[in-house]
């Protein structure tokens, strides 16, 4: 199972493979921006520090080098993160 590290945090979490990464952070607690929850506006961008991410589908919202959309994305390798303030 990868495990998900939150950047300023010292909260690991398992992914259990069945929710994207928004829903897996916010079950844990973890405040994210968000509002179409399925990849067209960008609100959830977050930084990926490290690790690899896949896509369930390709956002439409863009996304620069470095960050991801967690509500439409899950890791593929263990992954830290960083979340935006």
Known sequence: ???VQVNNSDT???YDNQD???T???QA???VHYQCREGYCGACR???VSGDIKYLQE???FVRQGEFLPCCSIPISDITI???D
């Open 1 to 3: 199972m990868p495990k």
């Open 12 to 14: 690991e979490l398992e």
């Open 20 to 22: 994207n990464l928004l």
């Open 24 to 26: 897996v952070l916010e």
């Open 29 to 31: 607690k973890f405040s």
């Open 46 to 48: 977050c930084r990926l």
């Open 59 to 61: 956002p439409l919202a």
């Open 82 to 84: 960083e979340l935006p």
